[in-house]
């Protein structure tokens, strides 16, 4: 997949798969699956470094988890999220990270939130960089939204991101996630717009959905009410550590002719 083939699987309404990944041993399996995309998303400083929140991502984290990714699945389109601030604090230290994060691997950055940022958007896109928004429930502002809330639920308040989404498709992007939003908004913000939608907590009607790898495995002991855990990845892996502490302690494991080497003669 690249970039011109999201508003062609959009104009022949066949769904967009994303995946958000964050390092090179998962990247490798989904480069070998049909999943069409990758999103190394700042949630990697929630799901891998233990955070409460995205914030606490920054550009050196991102940069290290996009190579990772990059190098384990050469085969698919990579998205690359900017981190909380990175692209608020002026045109310079803006385009400074997307040169690292594009240098690092990303065929394409996102960045999470409208109006102010419309300016900046186009700016990226017009330097040849791809550009993914992301809104309804933006995780970096989520000390402005009051928590980890659906967003869009009072008429005001879905008129005002369905016009988010127009300013973003206007200001250049490519693709848009909306996160955690009822699915009628959904469904009306991706009637309107020539660019795909990518859902996550948005209903079945968007152009694409995207989940957290850790999450759709069962892997992560959170369940909110969108996610379908595909796998119950939790249970799975640690019924199997405690197999192998089972044949350590048994000496069941390692046997002499299946996992020893033998003196030379
Ligand atoms: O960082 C992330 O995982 C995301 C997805 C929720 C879209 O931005």
Not at 246 to 254: A, D, H, L, Q, R
């Amino acid at each position: 997949m690249n970039i011109t083939d999201f508003r062609k699987m959009k104009a022949s309404s066949q769904k967009i798969s994303m995946i958000v990944c964050y390092d090179h041993w998962s990247a490798q399996i989904v480069n070998q699956s049909k999943v069409d995309c990758i999103l190394v998303g700042d949630s990697a400083a929630m799901v891998i470094h233990g955070h409460n929140t995205t914030l606490p991502a920054t550009v050196d984290m991102m940069i290290q988890h996009i190579q990772a990714v990059a190098k384990g699945a050469p085969q698919k389109f990579i998205v690359g999220d900017m981190p909380f601030c990175s692209y608020r604090k002026g045109l310079t230290d803006t385009m400074e990270t997307v040169d690292k994060m594009m240098k690092a691997g990303s065929h394409a950055i996102k960045l999470e939130g409208a109006d102010d940022n419309a300016s900046i958007i186009t700016h990226i896109v017009k330097s040849g960089i791809p550009v993914m928004g992301h809104i309804g429930l933006t995780p970096q502002s989520v000390h402005s939204l009051g928590g980890f809330k659906v967003q869009g639920r009072q008429q005001d308040a879905a008129d005002r991101i369905l016009e988010q989404a127009l300013t973003l498709q206007d200001a250049g992007c490519f693709s848009l996630v909306l996160e955690c939003i009822p699915y009628e908004l959904a469904k009306r913000i991706s009637a309107e717009l020539t660019i795909p939608t990518i859902g996550i907590g948005a209903g079945p009607y968007t152009d694409g959905q995207v989940l957290v790898l850790q999450d759709m495995l069962g892997l992560q002991t959170h369940k909110p009410k969108f996610l379908k855990t595909f796998m119950e990845g939790f249970s799975l892996i640690k019924t199997t550590l405690d197999q192998y502490d089972n044949e350590v302690k048994s000496s069941t494991f390692p046997t002499i002719n299946e996992h020893s080497y033998e003196h030379s003669v």
